[in-house]
């Protein structure tokens, strides 16, 4: 257990002696969101690029009915090299009416109230431009906020989007968990979240640390596995007794399609395909359907190009 005599302890009116102390004894102590507007003094880059850290609130989580009620987006420049970010070129945060009543469990995790968004409706104009020179949108669940967004704003379609929940690999750097609130205190700040611009900085935050087995910053991570291109594979009429063996190989049901389904690298495909072959169907002929999936369709609900291959 470690110990400290508060006899030694430092003038308390200086926050930060106060602080580097607790440090020292092996204290941990978590910060409160300081939203910056500059992340480097180094010299900029030849090469910088505009990212879009984005979030949305909404009326519930069926993009088929609920709507967005407040948008949240912080632009920044950052170097596709390293990661690293320099200036938040601009903020936008704007509140939505949606045309419906916002049910009270929305509010409780927002605190958004049919008062707040009473009259108001985001400028579908500025958005556009924007986003016009935007290189890539960043959303913690882009599953879920790039179905709202493009139903929205159709213009986001055109944009490559990124997941930082899903194309970081936080468990295989050391981090238990990649819920936002999580990695925050892991990178040694608290915020109050669930308001799109705070999550915004909160997440751009996140991606400015290094991760605690490559080194490298989140940002960086985040910028290669978005360029990768995946295919998505349907094991197309698989046996019934196959499924446990595709559940442990983390395929999963589409209901829909009523088919198992998983995305691989496409550098990983030609191995999964022989996994299949010989788990799955037994040497048996066989078909399987591809989707090549990458960061102009990925996480929305727009198919990639699609093609059915079989083998005897």
């Given amino acids: 257990m470690t110990t400290i005599d508060l006899n030694q302890a430092p003038d308390a009116k200086n926050l930060n002696d106060v602080i580097d102390w607790l ?3 092996n204290y941990r102590v978590v ?3 300081e939203i ?3 992340f480097s003094e180094n010299t900029l880059p030849e090469k910088l690029i505009t990212v879009a850290i984005l979030d949305t609130e909404t009326t519930g989580t069926n993009p088929a009915k609920d709507k ?3 948008l949240g987006i912080v632009f920044v420049e950052v170097c596709p090299q390293t990661g690293q970010a320099f200036r938040v070129i601009k903020v936008f945060n704007e509140l939505e009416y949606p045309g419906m009543p916002i049910p009270e469990e929305s509010t409780r995790i927002h605190h958004i109230t049919d008062e707040m968004v009473a009259g108001k409706r985001i400028d579908d104009a500025e958005v556009a431009t924007l986003i016009s020179g935007v290189s890539l949108v960043v959303a913690h ?3 879920f906020d790039r179905v709202f967004v493009e139903t929205r704003f159709p213009m986001f379609a055109t944009k490559a989007w990124a997941c930082s929940f899903r194309q970081i ?3 295989e750097e050391g981090i238990s968990s990649g819920k936002l609130e999580f990695l925050a205190y892991h990178c040694g700040f608290h915020y109050t979240g669930h308001r799109a611009s705070t999550d915004c900085h909160a997440l751009l935050e996140v991606l400015q640390h290094p991760l605690p087995t490559s080194g490298n910053l989140a940002m960086l991570a985040l910028l290669q596995n978005a360029r990768l291109a995946e295919i998505k594979i349907s094991a197309l009429g698989s046996p019934f007794e196959s499924k446990d063996v595709l559940k442990e190989r983390s395929y999963r049901w589409n209901p829909d399609k009523k088919v198992w389904a998983k995305s691989v690298p496409q550098t990983a495909l030609d191995d999964e395909v022989a996994w299949l072959g010989q788990s799955v169907y037994a040497g048996k002929g066989f078909r399987l359907e591809f989707e090549k999936m990458t960061a ?3 996480f929305s609900n727009r198919p990639g190009p699609t093609e059915v291959v079989k083998y005897d």
């Fill in 68 to 70: 967005i009620i407040e």
């Fill in 31 to 33: 910060r409160p969101l």
């Fill in 36 to 38: 910056r507007a500059k």
């Fill in 169 to 171: 690999p936080w468990s």
């Fill in 23 to 25: 440090t020292q004894a």
């Fill in 141 to 143: 669940n882009a599953s």
């Fill in 296 to 298: 102009m369709n990925r």
